[in-house]
């Protein structure tokens, strides 16, 4: 496909219901991104249908935008793999822009489906998780690194019968062709991704290659089992940090599998990409060990009730540069916290990068308000304290189960079920704490 075709229309216009592209007619509109709009279309000759990705009319006079989208299509040409979107056709509209025709799924986003019904069994997980990685490793096999792996590009088609359907990776519009015959489109320390889903290399800039698919793919995996992402954070910036230098999330406490997966997602996510694991399918290999043992043999103990104090740090000017000063600060905020509630009788359940859970027996602390509150003004009394740093201590109840001294998960061990107020900095405590006081009623500020 040459991107030399004739001269552009700069009077392009959005399309729409019954507008034809090529033989392809717009049933409608499926969805779009940063570079394209993608059309459910269906062609006129043979009655087929399939999914069009169209390039936005304001990208037609980018050079980098064009070879990018060429790019994407050069890429699907040589992939062919049951779990890769198949490439129908590639040309270009009556305004000259160019697109490219994908086979069109029935099914639906990971993402959609994990947001619907929660996370899923490790054994569905699974189920999703090896194709996936066998499909990376075909795409690695002839110079291919997706470096955009997540949930939202990933669709589980429905399935005729029991289990899920066929699994399907999309959007390869950031992928990079390792040869010597597809010159680097990147500038220099340009970083591309999802900033969310950036492995550390990505977030600087720096060269990547098949380990920086297995970080997504290790994210991936905790996206599946938790139902949430392993680094979230409303600055995409403090997202970006917690990647580059936060200690990786437990899964096994928020999910009920070996809590030797930590160590695999761990590894797979290692900020340094010599620590991890060198391909996608060294990955299955762990992951799907621990997996197929996910049956929790041990008898739980029943239900006791238990306090968890939640504590947070980040960064009260939101979008401003994360500077050395900053950051040591922020660094310093949960191991400090760690200390003074492990001194309490606490437990740290659940580390979730900016902020970290902890937990105890109701029993073992009679008033964990007066506890958080400590806490709060110890934290506040810090040496070398950044004020840009917001700290937020929050006291949640609820009932727990335990196998042996292990906490199980459950609902105290998940934040975002408890109705957080937003961006609060001081004590707060819940409805579970208080039965006088809204949720989130804040104490202390």
Not at 46 to 72: C, D, I, N, Y
Not at 158 to 163: A, L, M
Request: glycine fraction near 8%; include cysteine.
């Amino acid at each position: 496909m040459n991107g030399e075709k004739g001269r552009v229309d700069r009077s392009v216009r959005d399309l729409g219901l019954g507008d034809a592209i090529g033989a392809w007619t717009i049933q409608g509109t499926l969805g779009g991104g940063g570079f394209g709009t993608v059309y459910e279309v269906r062609n006129s000759k043979t009655g087929h249908g399939a999914a069009l990705k169209l390039l936005h009319a304001h990208f037609v006079t980018s050079p980098e935008m064009l070879a990018r989208f060429e790019r994407e299509i050069e890429v699907l040409r040589r992939l062919s793999h049951p779990n890769i979107v198949n490439l129908v056709e590639a040309g270009f509209s009556e305004d000259q822009r160019p697109f490219l025709c994908m086979e069109l799924l029935d099914g639906e986003e990971l993402s959609k489906m994990l947001e619907s019904r929660g996370p899923l069994s490790p054994w569905d997980a699974l189920a999703v998780f090896e194709p996936l990685c066998e499909a990376i490793s075909v795409a690695h096999g002839i110079n291919v690194i997706h470096r955009d792996i997540k949930a939202s590009n990933v669709i589980v088609c429905r399935s005729t019968g029991p289990g899920l359907g066929r699994v399907v990776l999309l959007d390869f519009g950031i992928a990079k062709l390792s040869d010597a015959l597809s010159p680097e489109l990147t500038a220099s320390r340009q970083s591309l991704g999802t900033p969310s889903c950036m492995a550390p290399e990505q977030i600087h800039g720096l060269r990547v290659d098949a380990r920086t698919d297995v970080y997504a793919l290790g994210g991936l995996l905790f996206h599946m089992l938790t139902g949430r992402l392993p680094f979230q954070d409303s600055s995409a910036t403090m997202t970006q940090y917690l990647h580059l230098h936060a200690r990786r999330p437990s899964v096994s406490s928020l999910a009920a599998v070996p809590r030797r997966l930590d160590d695999v997602i761990m590894r797979a996510m290692a900020i340094e990409p010599g620590e991890r694991y060198h391909d996608p399918r060294s990955l299955l290999a762990a992951a799907r060990a621990c997996l197929r043992e996910s049956t929790m043999v041990a008898v739980p103990t029943g239900e006791v009730p238990c306090v968890a104090i939640l504590v947070s740090a980040g960064d009260r000017s939101a979008g401003a540069s994360l500077d050395a000063a900053l950051l040591d600060d922020l660094e310093g905020v949960l191991p400090a916290a760690e200390r003074l509630l492990v001194a309490h009788g606490f437990q740290l359940a659940v580390d979730l990068g900016s902020s970290a859970l902890f937990v105890t027996r109701a029993e073992t602390v009679p008033d964990p308000v007066a506890v958080a509150s400590s806490v709060f003004d110890q934290l506040a009394k810090r040496p070398r304290r950044d004020p840009r740093v917001r700290i937020s201590v929050g006291v949640h109840r609820d009932e727990a189960t335990y196998v042996g001294p292990e906490i199980q998960p459950c609902a105290l061990l998940r934040p975002a079920t408890w109705n957080l107020p937003e961006a609060i900095e001081g004590v707060w405590v819940t409805g579970k704490i208080d039965a006088t006081a809204p949720t989130g009623r804040c104490v202390r500020s």
